[in-house]
Structure formats: C-alpha cells, structure tokens
C-alpha cells in the first residue's frame, strides 16, 4: 500500500540487477508511480542483455534515478548490495528485487514502519507458494541455520531472514558495512544475514508481511547452493566446514541432504532452547 505517513523524499529503493532486461523498466516505473519523491537506485552486476540500457533509457525520464555499474571482479549480491546501501544518499532506504516477487504494492508498508521509528524492518513471505519444492527446502534449512546463529550470538531475528525484502535507517546499515564488511560473505546470497550479525542487540526490529508473487519473466539466480553460503556465513567454523563440503563433495544432491542434516542438529538448540525472537509488532 502507499506509504500514509512516510515523507518519500527520505527513501531510497535499492534495486540490485543481473539480466533483468525483462523485468527492470516496469519495476522503475511502479516504483515512481506509486511512490512520487523516492530515489531509486538500480546495481548492476555486469549484466550483459541490456538491462543497462535499459536504465539508462529510464534516467532521461526519471531524474532521482541512478545507476551503479559495478566492477566486473567483484560480482556477487551482497557485494552489490554493500555497494548500493553504502551509496544512498537518503536517511532511509529499501531492498528489493526487481523480479516483482517482492512487490512494490509492499514497499509502503516497509516505509511506514521505518518511518515510525524502526531501525530495521524485514519483510516476512506469508506464503511460499511460488517457490519449487528445492528452493522452498533450500530457504527454510538456511534460514534455520541462520536463526540459529543469531540466537547463539543472542542478536535479534525475523521469522523470515530468507526473504531479500528489508529496509532500514541508512546510517546504522552504512556503519555496519563500513566497520564489519571485510567479513561479510559478499558472493553470498544473504546481506540480511550479515547485517544482523552486526548491528547491536537492541535495535528496533519490526516485520512487515508480504504475499510472495510469481517472478514475472526471466529466471531466478538462486538454487540449492544457498545452504553453502548461508553455512559460510556462519563464523570460521562455519565458512570452512561450508567450503570443506563444497570441495569434497561432488553431488549437488548429497550436498544438500548433509547440508540439512546439519541445520537440522543446530536447530536443536531453537526447538529445546528459549522461544525465538519476537520483533516488535
């Protein structure tokens, strides 16, 4: 829904892009129809299927829209979202895809609670519907490893750190980025996850619910390897046993059945320990 109290003009949307060619254009165009006064800024990751000029096309029309080209040596998506949260110039800002799975309708109600007084807001799937039963499989084991860190490290958590929807003040985020990234995961899939590892345990979490949409044309980027790199993500024990499997084990299939069987033993210490995080309402 639009924003009721949000003032536009302090939002910055955080687009990242690979070959969205498809899908990119009509996503800049929502964005600005339904929010009039928000920057919007679009990272490319070296796509190669005109996804640039397609932007580029797009800034001659809209002027609080840029475009970050990135260095083709260091692609990854949490590097490119680094790159672009690093970068608004906004007190605030929202990440998105621009694949339409997370949709713009949704953005407002981000804004809203930012706006009133959040630090950070994760937007939480209320379904998982269009997700393919590997993928479903894949974001609920690593978001139960992922939890599980956080809860070890007693930082605050969302029901759905999985979701790449998420929005916040742009100082905190900037700082963590700038005083913690050299940990970060940056060809990692998940800068949500590193984030949360970072900020300090008493920061103002809200959720925001979101129906998950069909991707509307292309292909998704994601598979099972999101598992791995979550894992990675989870201090040296974690990077290494993460790169360990990834090395000695050939077959994507027994990677991923170990891989669970791993989450499953560290959700233990959620299922027996103390009830999870409830961010505020």
């Not at 949307?13 to 165009?29: A, I, K, Q």
């Not at 949490?78 to 309708?105: C, E, N, R, W």
């Not at 940056?186 to 619910?209: T, Y």
């Not at 790169?243 to 069987?261: E, R």
């Amino acid at each position: 829904m639009a924003p009721g109290n949000s003032d536009l003009t302090k939002f910055t949307v955080v687009l990242p892009t690979y070959n969205e060619v498809e899908n990119v254009s009509r996503m800049v165009e929502e964005l600005f129809r339904l929010y009039p006064g928000i920057s919007v800024s679009v990272i490319d990751d070296c796509s190669n299927d005109g996804t640039i000029d397609a932007v580029l096309a797009l800034q001659k029309k809209h002027g609080l829209l840029t475009l970050m080209r990135r260095d083709p040596a260091k692609k990854g998506l949490t590097a490119s979202l680094m790159d672009g949260i690093s970068s608004v110039k906004t007190d605030f800002y929202i990440v998105m895809d621009a694949d339409f799975q997370h949709p713009p309708v949704s953005v407002g109600d981000l804004m809203d609670k930012i706006s009133g007084g959040a630090d950070l807001v994760v937007g939480v799937r209320v379904t998982k519907g269009p997700l393919t039963l590997p993928r479903r499989i894949a974001s609920g084991g690593a978001h139960k490893l992922a939890a599980t860190y956080l809860w070890l490290r007693r930082k605050p958590r969302s029901r759905d750190l999985m979701s790449g929807f998420f929005g916040g003040r742009t100082e905190l985020s900037r700082k963590v980025i700038a005083e913690q990234g050299a940990k970060f995961e940056g060809r990692g899939f998940k800068v949500l996850f590193d984030l949360m590892k970072h900020v300090p345990r008493d920061i103002r979490l809200e959720e925001a619910e979101f129906v998950f949409g069909e991707r509307a044309a292309g292909e998704s980027k994601l598979n099972s390897d999101i598992i791995l790199s979550v894992m990675k993500q989870c201090g040296m024990a974690g990077k290494m046993l993460g790169t360990s499997i990834q090395l000695l084990v050939v077959s994507k299939t027994a990677q991923v059945i170990g891989l669970l069987i791993l989450v499953a033993i560290f959700a233990i210490a959620i299922v027996m320990g103390t009830a999870p995080h409830q961010p505020t309402p």
